[in-house]
């Protein structure tokens, strides 16, 4: 089974809009077509506008997070419908920075994804984990146990539309990259509970990617496994060079 691979820049809290704007002035004509790989970025709600309105056919935008629910009174909160009518096509949903500082958990990630699906945006979804746990051999329960919960009353139609990320939190900007045998174990045990859920020909469909200290020195290796259909990328998607390698780098796959 081909699956296209995706490269997903995560930019978290950093950038000023100039940057944003020189980041897309120089990505856009770079990255390669769509059909060889998915160049996502994933920016702050403020510049998704800019972003969106300059992106061209082969670079996709994606915010960061979003509310579970249409509309309300959540002060700062932005909802699926709201991004979707800024054109933006993908959001990361249960990012662990998300759920260790504005109490996300596996259940608010299992509502967001249904309402992001409903809304046709397509949902990124971080499972991993603490270095306790991983140093404790529990990582595949654990990692099992948050997949399950994201996916509760998910169909295999919904399914098909997202992506999951595996980021072992021991390895996100820590320059600590888990090795291509662990991320693929562990993304393959990640598949095998899709599989349990929905079946092979799903399971089989469904981009995971790795994420944690993904580089431009790194990502080759990290690609070169079986069931690693990409990364999501902090610090390294900041910078246009550096990001173009990796997408490049995923075309090979
Ligand atoms: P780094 O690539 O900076 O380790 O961040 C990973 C991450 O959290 C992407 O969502």
Not at 23 to 30: Q, R
Not at 39 to 55: G, M, N, Q, Y
Not at 106 to 123: H, R
Not at 198 to 210: E, F, K, N, P, T
Request: proline fraction near 4%; hydrophobic fraction near 40%.
């Amino acid at each position: 089974m081909k699956r296209i691979p995706i490269i997903a820049g995560n930019w978290k809290m950093y950038k000023t809009k100039d940057d944003a704007l020189s980041f897309i002035y120089a990505v856009n004509v770079a990255v390669p077509e769509k059909e060889l790989v998915e160049s996502v970025i994933c920016a702050p709600a403020i510049f998704l506008r800019d972003l969106v309105k300059r992106e061209g056919e082969d670079l996709r935008i994606g915010a960061q997070t979003m509310h579970e629910l249409d509309e309300g009174a959540y002060t700062g909160e932005i909802s699926a419908p709201m991004l979707k009518a800024y054109g933006v096509d993908y959001v990361v949903l249960g990012h662990s920075e998300r759920r260790a500082y504005y109490n996300e958990t596996d259940e608010s990630v299992n509502k967001k994804l249904i309402q992001a699906v409903k809304n046709e945006l397509t949902p990124i979804v971080c499972v991993g984990e603490s270095l306790e746990i991983r140093e404790a051999g529990t990582t595949d329960q654990v990692v099992k146990d948050q997949v399950v919960k994201a996916y509760l009353n998910v169909s295999s139609d919904q399914a098909l539309k997202t992506v999951v990320a595996y980021e072992p939190i021991w390895a996100i900007g820590t320059g600590k990259t888990a090795t291509p045998d662990q991320a693929n174990d562990t993304i393959k045990a990640i598949r095998n509970v899709l599989k349990g859920l929905y079946g092979a020909m799903v399971s089989d469909s469904i981009r995971i990617l790795y994420g944690g200290s993904v580089k431009p020195n790194n990502v080759d290796e990290l690609l070169a496994k079986s069931d690693i259909d990409g990364a999501l990328v902090g610090g390294a998607s900041l910078d246009p060079e550096s990001f173009l390698t990796l997408v490049k780098a995923a075309v090979k796959k």
